[in-house]
Antibody
């Protein structure tokens, strides 16, 4: 059974940083590209970042609205992917989902507020 | 960026009837490999999105065959035949052809 579990969310002050983690199991993690997608309260889905696998030299891609403030990384030995977000703003408040396109985690809430 | 325009933004359907949702892309989603990179997701209330259709017309594993996807290079349709109560939620189309990946605004399906 495929499992995707995001952790690391919470309440952060504007200007702060956060590192989200996504632990996976049930599939060969090394074979897949992994993504982060976010959803602001009551809004639609917004793709945030992707990291490709080793065959593609772990290439990374980012949404322009976040570029420079986010870094996606992965640890194949732990079947995990991470998202570091800095200089957080109120508009970054959202549920952050880790996804393999087919499979999605339950999401983790990030709230940016003073 | 590729813009995906969904219509309608909300639809009210009587259980047992059919529903169709349109998704129009600002650019062809047909890749050089002959794959149309358009996906459909359903997000049920309080849940994560779940994949319904991949590559325009392929039914994801475990998805009832009441769902079907069709289209061309820029115009796509998700059809739900014989809508059931469990189909309530927001439907999103998404393109994974080029970066940044983008989603439609969503279509909310409710029951009459």
């Amino acid at each position: 059974e495929v499992q995707i579990l995001e952790t690391g969310g919470g309440l952060v002050k504007p200007g702060g940083s956060l590192r989200l983690s996504c632990a996976t199991s049930g599939f060969n993690f090394n074979d897949y590209f992994m993504n982060w997608v976010r959803q602001a309260p009551g809004k639609g889905l917004e793709w945030v970042a992707q990291i490709r696998n080793k065959n593609y030299n772990y290439a990374t891609y980012y949404a322009e609205s976040l570029e420079g403030r986010v870094t996606i990384s992965r640890d194949d030995s732990k079947s995990s992917v991470y998202l570091q977000v800095s200089s957080l703003r109120a508009e970054d408040t959202a549920i952050y989902y880790c996804t393999r396109t087919l499979y999605w985690g339950q999401g983790v809430m990030v709230t940016v507020s003073s | 960026d590729i813009v995906l325009t969904q219509a309608p933004l909300s639809v009210s359907v009587t259980p047992g009837e059919s529903a169709s949702i349109s998704c129009r892309s600002s650019k062809s989603l047909l890749s050089s490999k002959g794959i149309t990179s358009l996906y459909w997701y359903l997000q049920k209330p309080g849940k994560s999105p779940q994949l319904l259709i991949y590559r325009m017309s392929n039914l994801a594993s475990g998805v009832p065959d009441r769902f079907s996807g069709s289209g061309s290079e820029t115009d796509f349709t998700l059809k739900i035949s014989k809508v059931e109560t469990e189909d309530v939620g927001v439907y999103y189309c998404a393109q994974f052809l080029e970066y940044p990946y983008t989603f439609g605004a969503g279509t909310k399906l409710e029951l009459k």
